[in-house]
């Protein structure tokens, strides 16, 4: 059994990071502003909410700001701050190591150090890089080195390369389940998942409108240059592929995903503190009132996650 939820979306804001930030972070969540954000307030959440452990990672915009020498320095005082959170709190936290994305060589490096040294449970990685997405060729290394090792690539969506088209929407609320969309579908037709199948994928917020457009994307396999990069199929491929709850356990969202994949690629993630602990607390009561049995509801808040990343989180079950 596992001792309550297990959260794979759990954002951290390390002091440093947003200090090394400052005014380039770009406005945060629903309401622009920056979430107030401890380990202490974090358990303290997560303690009236029910979660056990919480998979952390760095959220958008990353760490890459055009400076290579900054985004390494950045990804690796962002992954030692995360891998001290776990030894500060055994139990209750493992993490998503960060990349210096773009920067290929520096990525790999930090790859093996996060994962071998820090005990990373896998990486976090975001839809786009200077509006270059994942299943652009110049990537292809970091997904060898990943499937090789069997590791997790949590995908979170950041701001696309253009202007927010409807400038009084926040980014976040459209844009960056859109930004999704687009990464999956890169990565789809890029033939990524076809021959990288060792590598596993989760995607934030039920898929962003993949599972709505599912049919839809997979019409393009018409064309013989999109067949080649399937050969199992466009559903084959999506079917294999995680995703977790944050802002989506309700019917809309939650009835297409469970017609795209199984119950068990399916894991409880909160968002939070960017979605803030309201919404926490309602993706919980959610997945309560979608009419899941109680083996499907125990496995997307817990076992699933177990399943997956059970040596990194044993310390929690």
Known sequence: MTIGVIDI???ILPPDYLATLGERLPPQGLFGVAPVWSPKLAIEA???NGIGVAVTSISAPGVWFGDITEAAGLARDCNEYAAQMVRDYPGRFGFFATLPLPAIGESLRE???ALDTLGAAGVVLMTNY???YLGEIEFLPVFEELHGRKAAAFVHPTAGPYEN????IPVPSLEFPFETTRTITSLLYSGTFARRHGARFIFCHAGGAVPFLAQRIGRLTARPEFKQAVPDGVLSELGRLYFDTALSANRFAFDPLLRLVPISNVMFGSDYPHA??????????GLEELGLTPSDLRAVKASNATTLFGQFLRKSV
């Open 9 to 11: 979306h759990h954002h």
């Open 46 to 48: 997560m303690d009236r």
């Open 111 to 113: 790859i093996e150090y």
């Open 130 to 132: 200077d509006g270059r």
């Open 165 to 168: 088209p409807l400038p009084t």
């Open 276 to 285: 803030g602990e309201p919404t926490l607390t309602a993706t919980l009561k």
